[in-house]
T-cell receptor, first 112, second 116 residues
Framework: AQTVTQSQPEMSVQEAETVTLSCTYDTSESDYYLFWYKQPPSRQMILVIRQEAYKQQNATENRFSVNFQKAAKSFSLKISDSQLGDAAMYFCAYRRWGDMRFGAGTRLTVKP | DAGITQSPRHKVTETGTPVTLRCHQTENHRYMYWYRQDPGHGLRLIHYSYGVKDTDKGEVSDGYSVSRSKTEDFLLTLESATSSQTSVYFC???????????????FGNGTRLTVT
């Protein structure tokens, strides 16, 4: 079974600075999708960004970008110009067909 | 927000009693999911459905059963609740209009279940 590992239970960043959250995954497949979700204290799950395994180009959504290293099975999330509203749990996820698996999450704190 | 409603929002029950959680969608999406969220474990997949009466097990399916008799409803049943099933349960939906892997999941607001 596919596994997703987030090795940083907690991270903190100063407001306006940049932070990178790590994610690795294990799969023998070549076609899949990767996602980052954000969960603020409201408990709502919010899609941040997604990456197709076949695309070499790293996905970008405004201040959020990924560093996708397929051979290394690594999928990190970079948050630039961090804002107080970025404080949340962040989950990395792997999807192939219907099955979607999540990592244990990283709690991000943003310091003013 | 995607039209997903979970009920109840909160439930307290006693060990050994049956419990059913309901997920209702208005998006006509093919896939529906049940996850549980526990500190230190993230979201773990319990079961998912890829169509009416078509379901598959996830990584933590023991002690849980599901049913999907209509596209819009996906039920999660704990036949005999245990304290280890105290958790927050999330329903999610997804379609794959552009391919089998790329559609994100849209989540409900969760059900907090406490088994005493």
């Amino acid at each position: 079974a596919q596994t997703v590992t987030q090795s940083q239970p907690e991270m903190s960043v100063q407001e306006a600075e940049t932070v990178t959250l790590s994610c690795t995954y294990d799969t023998s497949e070549s076609d899949y999708y990767l996602f980052w979700y954000k969960q603020p204290p409201s408990r709502q799950m919010i899609l941040v960004i997604r990456q197709e395994a076949y695309k070499q180009q790293n996905a970008t959504e405004n201040r959020f970008s990924v560093n996708f290293q397929k051979a290394a099975k690594s999928f990190s999330l970079k948050i630039s110009d961090s804002q107080l509203g970025d404080a949340a749990m962040y989950f990395c996820a792997y999807r192939r067909w219907g099955d979607m698996r999540f990592g244990a999450g990283t709690r991000l704190t943003v310091k003013p | 927000d995607a039209g997903i409603t979970q009920s109840p929002r909160h439930k307290v029950t006693e060990t050994g009693t049956p419990v059913t959680l309901r997920c209702h969608q208005t998006e006509n999406h093919r896939y529906m999911y049940w996850y549980r969220q526990d500190p230190g474990h993230g979201l773990r997949l319990i079961h998912y459905s890829y169509g009416v009466k078509d379901t598959d097990k996830g990584e933590v399916s023991d002690g849980y059963s599901v049913s999907r008799s209509k596209t819009e409803d996906f039920l999660l049943t704990l036949e005999s609740a245990t304290s280890s099933q105290t958790s927050v349960y999330f329903c999610a939906i997804s379609d794959f209009y552009r391919g089998p892997h790329n559609s994100p999941l849209h989540f409900g607001n969760g059900t907090r279940l406490t088994v005493t």
